[in-house]
């Protein structure tokens, strides 16, 4: 059996279709990422001890755990205690709580990195401790942290391909649609991995224009 | 289209040469009869999640109608068996990729199907099956308008739910997945082979009901054993096996085994 | 919550979780050997082979390791490359980590400063010997902690196989879902040994990295 890409065009329209729900599911995941990512190293860092405890035992579970896992547990095992979420919405909060996990660690480092003397000042000018390290630790220590954030969001766009095994129609399993139909899987998945890659591409080039932005802004 | 084609092949031949020396190598001309009987083992292919016909007992090993059926067919060649499990939606394909000898796995011949693969059998009748969860308020066909159908992605009923109008279809990947997500309530019903579904009412007590489709022409479908094309001495001893279970009774027997009568 | 079902599937599991295990190691072994070359390629003189490496990151670091394994395993035959499912697993693996490990050794080279470089090019080593003797030590230092980041990842990522039916940890949980139709507890299951397996991994790297570290 040879290969025949003159098959692809017919499934060309699907394949657009599932890489917009792939550019979808990627961008609402890594908003979900970054602010989670924030909120948690908040949490980690400052939060008692009895909010702080139950938080990591839940970052260790999520960080020793295939994402494969969490997401058949969110979506299949979730709605045997009642919690019923749509495939989307499942693909998206496993995605993204899963990257909020790996983007607190980065971040905790972030704010441990800006100068302590900072909070020290920001408490002296009257800001209360929330409004110390929401105005003052925070902003600084994300600029700091935009490159390696960057990186977690790209591998995120990489990842969201498992939402497929949820029976979210984007890009993979529209591949897998079409080769259901025609048998044909190294066209469909070289095309897929073609899509990928130009949104990968994009995605890289949007971050690097933020990075550049923050730099200036600096 | 040609020479794009043939320049990723190229490309990637040449990049993973040293991963090819690892493949078996094997003449394209000779029938597979002879390689399964050189090897010594035909590989079956299955789902894995497809009870009674197909499933992993408590002990990890995939047993029901189909294994039994492949193992006898593999013990009249002469050789051992091979039981595989994988994705349904990727099946056909992992065939026509040489991952396995044949498909024993409950599917239906179809003339789609035969476009690109062979059938032996038919080796026992299905039919189409529409089931929703008892107590709901969908009586017939025509309830099922605007609703959720769940349906296994490349199963004929995938298809044929595709085609009607105003229904809302989402693919799973098998069978265990549309019983949870009805059970659920995630979706309305579902639509697939029959059989199963009845026995896992009757084993497990699962609280759905078949909708009456008595009405719905051609839904009765045979399941074959797909092997791949241009394998003449392959299809020949595979069907003298079948039909020699058939007629000895072993048959039967496993019949009354997995599925508790003839399904023939 | 079904006690008595994971009890009598527990030996299972265990079986699989050595099949994990397995993948994990084969796959490493040629990520970084993979890497290696990537490395040697991506700091070479030679334009072309910078060209290689620099595709080989590129291409795999930019498409989803899934999709790779299916092109590899049901699309390798359409070109002549017949693989069965682990070593379909080991290779798709082993060359997806390889591209990002080539990162982290490139990284942990380029750290290294510049001027230990002149320095020993000053003390009269060639090119290959200052690298040799010089950087490199320091920079295999360096590595350790980053890559056991990626392997930490690489032993998540064995769960992808499950989709091209290599029957480890995630597709033996999924196989039991198949029967027992109780999909809460046989990923709790197969998530504990993931933990065990990674924190296990993870406590190696932390000693080695002291190790290397207290020198």
Same mark, same amino acid.
Do not use: K, T
């Given at each position: 059996m040879g290969l025949d890409f003159a098959v692809v065009p017919e499934y060309l329209d699907r394949l657009l279709l599932g890489s917009a729900w792939t550019i979808g599911i990627t961008l609402a995941a890594a908003a979900l990422s970054f602010f989670g990512g924030i909120l948690f190293a908040v949490i980690a860092l400052y939060a008692p001890a009895f909010v702080r405890w139950p938080f990591k035992a839940f970052a260790w579970l999520f960080m020793g755990t295939p994402l494969l896992l969490q997401l058949f547990l969110i979506y299949f095992g979730l709605i045997q205690i009642g919690i019923d979420l749509p495939a989307v919405v499942a693909g998206v909060i496993g995605l993204g709580l899963h990257f909020a996990v790996y983007n607190s660690d980065i971040i905790q480092a972030g704010i441990r990195a800006v100068d302590n003397g900072q909070y020290e000042a920001g408490r002296t000018l009257g800001l209360s401790q929330a409004q110390t390290i929401r105005k003052i630790v925070v902003p600084q220590a994300v600029r700091a942290v935009v490159p390696p954030i960057g990186n977690n969001m790209i591998a995120l766009l990489k990842d969201s391909a498992l939402v497929s095994v949820i029976g979210v129609t984007e890009l993979t399993l529209s591949s897998q649609l079409a080769i259901s139909k025609t048998f044909r899987p190294f066209e469909f998945y070289l095309a897929a991995a073609a899509c990928y890659y130009v949104i990968n591409l994009a995605l890289e080039a949007g971050l690097h224009r933020i990075e550049r932005r923050i730099q200036v802004a600096r | 289209m040609k020479t794009i084609s043939n320049l990723f092949k190229s490309a990637l031949a040449a990049g993973v040469m040293v991963v090819a020396t690892l493949g078996v190598s094997q003449s394209v001309q000779a029938d597979e009869l002879d390689t399964i009987k050189e090897n010594g083992v035909m590989r079956i292919a299955m789902?894995? #999640?497809?009870?009674?016909f197909n499933f992993v007992n408590e002990q990890n090993e995939v047993v029901g109608f189909d294994p039994a059926i492949g193992a006898e067919i593999a013990k009249r060649l002469g050789v051992e068996v091979e039981v595989v499990t994988t994705a349904w939606d990727g099946i056909i394909g992992g065939l026509l990729a040489n991952k396995?000898? #044949?498909?024993?796995?409950s599917m239906s011949i179809t003339d789609e199907r035969k476009k690109v693969v062979d059938f032996v059998g038919p080796y026992y009748r299905m039919s189409r099956g529409i089931f929703v969860k008892q107590g709901s308020d969908v009586a017939d066909l025509a309830g099922l308008e605007g609703r959720k159908i769940g349906v296994t992605l490349g199963e004929t009923h995938e298809q044929w739910a595709q085609e009607q109008e105003g229904w809302e279809v989402r693919t799973y990947k098998g069978l265990p997945e549309l019983l949870l997500e009805l059970d659920n309530g995630r979706i309305d019903a579902i639509v697939t082979d029959d059989i199963p579904v009845l026995l896992a009412i009757r084993e497990n007590g699962n609280a759905i009901t078949q909708l009456d489709t008595s009405g719905l022409a051609g839904v009765a479908d045979q399941a074959g054993i797909a092997i791949r094309k241009g394998n003449p001495e392959l299809h020949k001893a595979m069907q003298a096996a079948l039909d020699a279970i058939q007629e000895d009774g072993t048959y039967l027997a496993i019949a009354e085994e997995w599925v508790g009568g003839d399904i023939r | 919550m079904d006690f008595d079902l994971i009890l009598r599937v527990f030996p299972y599991f265990l079986q699989a979780a050595v099949v994990t295990i397995e993948l994990s190691v084969y796959s490493t072994a040629l990520g970084l050997v993979c890497a290696a070359l990537g490395t040697f390629a991506r700091l070479s003189r030679h334009k072309m082979l910078r060209a290689i490496g620099t595709t080989y990151v590129s291409v795999i670091r930019g498409t989803p390791a899934l999709i790779q394994l299916f092109i590899l395993y049901f699309g390798g035959p359409q070109i002549g490359i017949q693989l069965d499912a682990f070593e379909a697993g080991v290779i798709g693996l082993g060359v997806n980590i390889g591209a990002y490990m080539t990162e982290t050794m490139r990284g942990a080279i380029i750290a290294v400063d510049k001027g230990q470089t002149e320095a020993a090019r000053t003390l009269g080593l060639s090119r290959t010997q200052a690298m040799r003797k010089v950087v490199l030590p320091q920079a295999a230092r360096l590595m350790v902690r980053p890559l056991g980041v990626n392997i930490n990842a690489q032993i998540k990522g064995t769960a992808l196989v499950a989709a091209i039916s290599v029957v480890e940890l995630t597709y033996t949980a999924q196989r039991y879902i198949g029967s027992t139709y109780k999909p809460f507890e046989m990923f709790l299951l197969a998530g504990a040994l993931y933990m065990v397996i990674i924190y296990v991994v993870g406590i190696c790297v932390t000693y080695l990295d002291r190790k290397v570290a207290l020198k």
């Open positions: - | 789902s894995g #999640a497809y009870p009674p396995y000898d #044949a498909i024993v796995g | -």
